[in-house]
């Protein structure tokens, strides 16, 4: 029943013992009727018993050099390296220190390297209705992880972003400082702002294969990304409800909501919260605000150009620009069925508050304010260990054109054989009306679809929730 | 909108956390999953407000890092946790949002309950994930053999003495009260007057418990003779062949001399595929496995289809405490496991 040890010696021992043990209690039981024997043979018995122990402590100690002697560790890493020297827990069983420690962390220098992780995103998409240049196969983005704690104070987190160009860059890089009072936390560096849901989202981390319409036409192809830094403060006082607050500044290059000097900053504020409902059910809601500067379009700087008065207008780069977001997310996961069954709903409003210069055809630049809005709904259920299916709405306007607006309707079926890769099919439609048309190769209508495939390698991930 | 939420809410707000008075001069202690909670509380009595952060119901490798667990590591002193990696997928986001510098990983008070624990399945050579979801330190399932909740005890005592010194006696006591019904549990009150604890602790954790049994003689007749308790239970069914669905029955196997022969995951983390459960159907029905173990939050089809086609019975037993009323809490989980499996055994056809 009981498995043995596989040392021989050992095994031999353990037969010494029964043995001597059997001599004792034969002993023992011829004399059980003496009553008066009974407090000699006790103390006899602890005494082979005190006697066993102190052998089997000699011949533990003479295991433990040996096996020392033959240089029997075993590399590999190690979390818990300090128990080794520490002096036993007075009354823990004897534990079989030398035999049964965690492998020791190799003395190379890999132990203090840090976690690398790579992920890439496989993507072909095809437009049904049109003949699209970005259309095909491409290996849309491969991501490198490096991941360590600096010292007991802050971590590093680095991720290099190479595009289809093969052009590389950081795409976030920053330092946390985790150990500041007050229930501070701060950030400094490259990093995605905190802006709603989504926006902090890598893109292989998104729950669909395209980014919302409205993330898109409000920051651009990129999300919103700043470098700077950001102090967060988890609010005291809430009982057991999390309420958080972010602070940033940053320059930003952002291209479409703040595509001024970087020497004109971008601030934003975060707040936060999640309500737990049940074990299995949470509501978060989320509300920023970004304020900062933006400059000239495209196409106005294309305007001036085709009127050819480059030489004498110069449109402002110090615009005012504010969008903030609401957002509202609800998640259920069964505790006990929650690896085959849960549900997300998902929703972000954006509203943009930006000033734009136009040329008027009298040849002057015209400054109004454009106050347009955009959001998604995305809904996703989990119906199978691997299995889950979401739908997407969209709506946008664009922050330099509130009568363009477009609508957006996604189907997404996302298969994960494993925690480490993923595929997703989406069908997408988009309808815009005319003038959102014009940004679009006056395409008013269109039906695409997406096929992604994202394996990533390295160190089993942290979820975020 | 945030005022409407701040009024509906509160009534509905259900601490999903354990719901710990946060009376003042309390340490405060946050386990990841239950059974770590409960050896927490039987140690810490008054002097401690546990909250454990699992629930018995979950599959302890996928916990949802919810941000009111954020809330609560805020200001506890000393965390608890499994280690092994069981729950690298979840307790770093925890920590690294708590803004408590005690309990980041490496702090005083993150407290690894497996650093003194014989692991076991520790991986040699390369890992590499086609093995499927493997963990580099070894098996973390280990408080699946309740004598490790020995060792855990003597952790978390430790812990205990160190972040609040002025109990440390009664800390000291209350382990070992701990440690002495473990032991009266495991090995049944006769036994334990007659040989000791400390001693049939060792024997058992040295793996030596059944020669002492059976070589050692009182009364005319084995030592063993005297064993009762959890594992007086399932000693007649000492080697019998079972088929657990994860890798998680190892140390229990080990503990009560089951011998695990297959596992329904292909790999683990791997969900079977219809072409496993058609081949494990075929080498199950040739052979003499009487029972397939399985876990209350994975999937029952499987199992279901091969109980069915084999005739092999199949239980769902939970290794973690507090998941429902007879498994409340660690010892009536234990009295639920064995007394299960005994039962199982017992009315299979070629039990014994």
């Not at chain 2, 803004?99 to 590499?128: F, H, K, M, Q, W």
């Not at chain 2, 973390?140 to 490790?148: C, E, Q, T």
């Not at chain 2, 429902?324 to 056809?349: M, W, Y």
């Amino acid at each position: 029943m009981f498995k043995a040890f596989s040392w021989k010696d050992l095994v031999c021992h353990a037969a010494a013992i029964a043995a001597i043990m059997l001599c004792c209690l034969a002993t023992v039981r011829a004399e059980e009727t003496t009553q008066a024997d009974a407090g000699v043979v006790a103390a006899m018995q602890r005494e082979i018993r005190d006697l066993k122990e102190q052998l089997r402590a000699l011949k533990e100690q003479v295991d433990a050099l040996t096996r020392a002697g033959t240089g029997a560790a075993t590399p590999g890493p190690s979390a818990a390296p300090q128990e080794q020297v520490a002096p036993q827990a007075p009354l823990a069983p004897e534990p079989q220190q030398p035999l049964t420690q965690p492998p020791r962390a190799a003395s190379t220098g890999n132990a203090f390297n840090p976690a690398i992780s790579a992920v890439f995103q496989a993507i072909g998409n095809a437009s049904i209705d049109h003949d699209i240049d970005d259309e095909g196969l491409s290996l849309s983005e491969a991501e490198i992880g490096l991941q360590a704690v600096v010292d007991p104070y802050a971590r590093v987190d680095l991720f290099l972003a190479f595009g289809t160009d093969g052009e590389a860059e950081v795409e976030e890089g920053y330092g946390t400082f985790l150990t500041l009072p007050g229930g501070l936390q701060a950030k400094a560096g490259r990093f995605k702002s905190n802006f709603g849901k989504w926006n902090q989202l890598h893109n292989h981390a998104f729950p669909t294969v395209d980014r919302p319409d409205a993330l898109t036409s409000f920051f651009g192809e990129e999300s919103l990304t700043g470098d700077g830094a950001s102090l967060s403060w988890l609010l005291p006082g809430t009982g057991s409800t999390f309420v958080e607050s972010v602070t940033e500044i940053t320059s930003t290059s952002n291209d479409v909501m703040f595509n001024a000097r970087r020497s004109d900053p971008m601030l934003l504020e975060h707040l936060s919260s999640v309500f737990t409902l049940s074990p299995s059910a949470t509501i978060g809601v989320g509300a920023t605000g970004a304020t900062g500067k933006a400059g000239p379009t495209e196409e106005l700087v294309d305007a001036i150009d085709d009127a050819g008065l480059s030489a004498t207008l110069t449109p402002s780069d110090d615009l005012p620009s504010n969008v903030f977001g609401v957002d509202l997310t609800y998640k259920w996961k069964p505790l006990q069925s929650g690896l085959y069954r849960s549900f997300l709903w998902q929703t972000e409003a954006v509203h943009s508050v930006r000033d734009v210069e136009e040329l008027d055809p009298s040849g002057v630049l015209l400054e109004g304010t454009v106050r347009s809005f955009g959001g998604y709904s995305y809904a996703e259920y989990q119906f199978a260990k691997r299995w889950r299916a979401g739908l997407r709405y969209d709506y946008t306007e664009f922050p330099d054109d509130d009568s363009a607006h477009q609508r957006g309707g996604s189907a997404v079926l996302r298969v994960q054989p494993t925690e480490f890769q993923e595929f997703r099919f989406q069908f997408k439609h988009t309808g815009r009306n005319e003038e959102a048309a014009a940004r679009f190769d006056d395409i008013d209508s269109d039906n695409e679809f997406f096929i992604e495939w994202i394996p990533s390698i390295g160190p089993h991930p942290a979820h975020a929730y | 909108m945030i005022r409407i939420v701040r009024t509906i809410l509160p009534p509905l707000l259900v601490a999903s956390i354990g719901g710990p008075a946060m009376a003042a001069g309390k340490l405060q202690v946050a386990a990841t999953v239950p059974n770590l909670g409960f050896i927490a509380s039987e140690i810490g009595g008054d002097h401690v407000a546990v909250t454990t952060i699992g629930s018995g119901l979950q599959d302890a490798h996928f916990v949802e890092p919810k941000p009111s667990f954020i809330v609560r590591l805020r200001s506890v002193d000393l965390l608890l946790v499994n280690g092994l990696d069981l729950e690298i997928g979840w307790v770093p986001p925890l920590t690294q949002g708590a803004r408590n510098a005690e309990i980041l990983a490496g702090g005083p008070g993150y407290i690894d309950c497996s650093s003194r624990i014989n692991v076991l399945e520790v991986p040699t050579g390369a890992l590499s994930r086609a093995q499927g979801d493997v963990h580099p330190f070894g098996n973390p399932h280990y408080l699946a053999d309740p004598l490790n909740a020995e060792i855990v005890a003597a952790e978390i005592a430790d812990a205990f003495k160190t972040a609040d010194p002025a109990d440390a006696a009664d800390f000291e006591k209350r382990r070992a009260e701990f440690v002495s019904r473990l032991h009266a549990a495991l090995f049944g009150p006769e036994l334990l007057d007659l040989v000791g604890g400390a001693k049939l602790s060792r024997l058992a954790q040295t793996g030596e418990l059944d020669t002492f049994l059976q070589t050692s003689m009182v009364e005319g007749k084995p030592l063993a003779s005297r064993l009762s308790g959890w594992l007086g239970k399932l000693r007649p069914y000492a080697n019998v062949k079972v088929v657990t669905y994860h890798k998680d029955y190892s140390y229990f196997a080990k503990r009560f001399g089951l011998d695990i022969v297959e596992f329904v995951e292909p790999k683990p983390g791997i969900p079977p595929s219809l072409k496993h459960i058609e081949e494990l159907t075929q080498r199950l029905s040739a052979g003499d496995v009487k029972l397939l173990i399985t876990r209350p939050y994975v999937e029952h089809r499987s199992t279901d289809q091969l109980s069915e086609r084999t005739k092999i019975p199949v239980l769902t037993l939970p290794l973690e405490a507090g998941g429902t009323p007879e498994t409340g809490d660690f010892f009536k989980l234990f009295d639920h496991v064995t007394s299960r499996i005994a039962t199982s055994l017992d009315s299979s056809p070629a039990g014994r």
